[in-house]
C-alpha cells in the first residue's frame, strides 16, 4: 500500500523541466499545477517535508521553503500537530483573480493547461 501511495505523490509532484527555475520554485508550480487541474482537492493532506523531500530527491529545506510560501499565498495550509493541506477554495480564489495579482508560482509558468 505504501508503495502505490508513494508513487502517486512521485507523479503528482513531477517537477516541471525547466532548468531556469530553481527547485523550489519548481516545485511549488507543480502543486499549484495539481491544484488548478483538480488533482489535489481541498482539504488533502501532503506529505511531510521530510517525506516529500526523500520521495522527489530534494532537501528537506527546499520543500519546506516551498510548502512555506504556498501557505503564503493562500494554496496551502498548516495545521498545528496536523500538517500541510490544500486550502480550501484555493482553486476558485486563482481563476477569479486578475492576472497582475496572481501569486508568484503561476507567475513563474504554472499556468493551467
Not at 491544484?35 to 520521495?55: F, H, K, M, V, W
Amino acid at each position: 500500500m505504501r508503495n502505490t501511495k508513494q508513487t502517486l505523490w512521485k507523479q503528482l509532484f513531477e517537477l516541471p523541466d525547466e532548468p531556469a527555475l530553481p527547485l523550489q520554485a519548481r516545485l511549488r508550480t507543480a502543486v499549484v499545477r495539481e491544484i488548478l487541474n483538480g488533482r489535489l482537492a481541498e482539504g488533502t493532506a501532503l506529505p511531510s517535508s521530510r517525506d516529500l523531500a526523500q520521495l522527489i530527491g530534494l532537501s528537506r529545506n527546499t520543500v519546506t521553503a516551498a510548502y512555506r510560501q504556498l501557505v503564503d499565498e493562500h494554496f496551502l495550509v498548516a495545521r498545528a500537530r496536523s500538517g500541510i493541506f490544500v486550502a480550501a477554495g484555493a482553486r476558485q480564489a486563482v481563476a477569479s483573480e486578475p492576472a497582475s495579482s496572481k501569486p508568484q508560482a503561476l507567475q513563474e509558468g504554472a499556468a493551467p493547461d
